[in-house]
């Protein structure tokens, strides 16, 4: 890719620095990596674009996941993590 990931994602908790000694603090989002979405509800065409300066990450699958299903207590009690 051309462009370098960014940096500016939350580090998740408990443990935001890595223990392997590399010190890395888990403070940059990852390759970019495209997804698909195939549905008769998504109009054709249809292009998703994060409408902040953070971009869009894996979790935002799983934040939209709560939203949708109303599953705030479960990812608070399970999934707490700054990052969804």
Same mark, same amino acid.
């Given at each position: 890719?051309?462009?370098?990931?960014?940096?500016?994602?939350?580090?998740?908790?408990?443990?935001?620095? !890595? $223990?392997?000694?590399?010190?890395? $603090?888990?403070?940059?989002?990852? +390759?970019?990596?495209? !997804?698909?979405?195939? =549905?008769?509800?998504?109009?054709?065409?249809?292009?998703?674009?994060?409408?902040?300066?953070?971009?869009?990450?894996?979790? =935002? +699958?799983? !934040? $939209?996941?709560?939203?949708?299903?109303?599953? =705030?207590? !479960?990812?608070?009690?399970?999934?707490?993590?700054?990052?969804?």
């Amino acid at each position: 890719d051309h462009v370098p990931p960014p940096n500016g994602s939350k580090p998740p908790y408990p443990d935001p620095v !890595a $223990t392997d000694g590399s010190n890395f $603090t888990f403070d940059r989002f990852g +390759v970019r990596i495209p !997804a698909i979405v195939i =549905s008769s509800w998504v109009t054709p065409g249809t292009v998703f674009r994060s409408n902040t300066s953070v971009p869009l990450d894996h979790t =935002s +699958v799983l !934040a $939209t996941l709560r939203d949708w299903l109303g599953l =705030s207590d !479960a990812f608070n009690n399970m999934l707490s993590s700054p990052r969804i």
